[in-house]
């Protein structure tokens, strides 16, 4: 699928990684519908981008908001050809600490935002995705999902955050197979060690211990390096079912 004129949904658009997927959206020739919750960087991201993008308040775990943003996509370009999953949370927790066992409500609104908010835009998205013509391979749409590398080598404190993307990684082959009789593919990325908000709170000891774990580069990620694979997600029309690590070759120790 050609990016230009390519419409895209980016959940947790406004920042890290999937702030970055919609600049190189737009600049190469694409429009994004930005859906966070962060209202002002949000509106701000939109405003600099211009006419190619409109912001959506969204909150993942609401059926009503996402089906709102997805609406109001249809209304601003007619179409959606892609939807690019990135909202998500990290916080940690163990499952036993001295103050008790792990709060539920901890566990599940990692799960209600990192997994059930992936499957609420796919599902609102993807009944959009059918209403398009397809290209010359038959093709109506793509989605692009993000898991983490703590899918597989989930750290001590990270058991609500392993399972959710986890989950993510399980249902990328079931959807794809389902999806593949509309034309529409389904490929998850499994970031490793990224340079966004959600690791900006670590310190400098914390974040130079966690680089030291990678073969090469020796820095963590950039979020236009994340988008750089989505673009060529999107235009690879042999890229499909499949989850995708990109983390410098780290593999993460218990702790």
């Known amino acids: 699928m050609e990016l230009k ?9 406004a920042s ?3 702030e970055a997927c919609c600049r190189l959206l737009v600049k190469n020739g694409g429009k994004a519908a930005i859906l966070d919750l962060t209202e002002d960087k949000g509106k701000q991201l939109a405003a600099e981008l211009g006419d190619a993008t409109i912001f959506c308040k969204t909150d993942v775990t609401s ?30 927790s163990k499952v036993l600490s001295k103050k008790g066992p792990m709060s539920m409500e901890h566990f599940n609104l990692v799960i209600q935002i990192n997994l059930i908010g992936t499957m609420n835009v796919i599902r609102c998205a993807a009944e959009q995705m059918l ?27 990270q058991a609500a955050y392993s399972a959710s993307k986890a989950g993510v990684v399980g249902m990328t082959l079931p959807i794809a197979r389902e999806f ?39 820095r963590m990620g950039r979020p236009m390096e994340f988008a750089m694979l989505v673009k060529q997600i999107i235009e690879n029309p042999m890229l499909n079912g499949e989850t995708i690590r990109l983390d410098g070759g780290v593999r993460m120790q218990p702790r």
Request: charged share 20%; aromatic share 6%.
């Open 5 to 13: 004129g390519c419409v895209a949904v980016v959940s947790g658009g």
């Open 16 to 18: 890290g990684l999937g």
């Open 63 to 92: 059926t009503e908001s996402v089906q709102a943003a997805v609406d109001r996509t249809m209304e601003k370009f007619g179409a959606i050809h892609a939807a690019v999953n990135c909202a998500g949370v990290g916080f940690p």
């Open 131 to 157: 209403k398009n013509t397809p290209n010359d391979d038959g093709e109506k749409g793509v989605v692009v999902n993000t898991s983490s590398g703590a899918a597989f080598e989930g750290q001590i404190g």
């Open 180 to 218: 593949a009789d509309y034309g529409i593919r389904v490929v998850t990325i499994a970031p490793g060690l990224f340079d966004t908000p959600m690791v900006a709170g670590m310190t400098e000891e914390v974040r130079q211990s966690l680089i030291a774990k990678l073969l090469y580069p020796k």
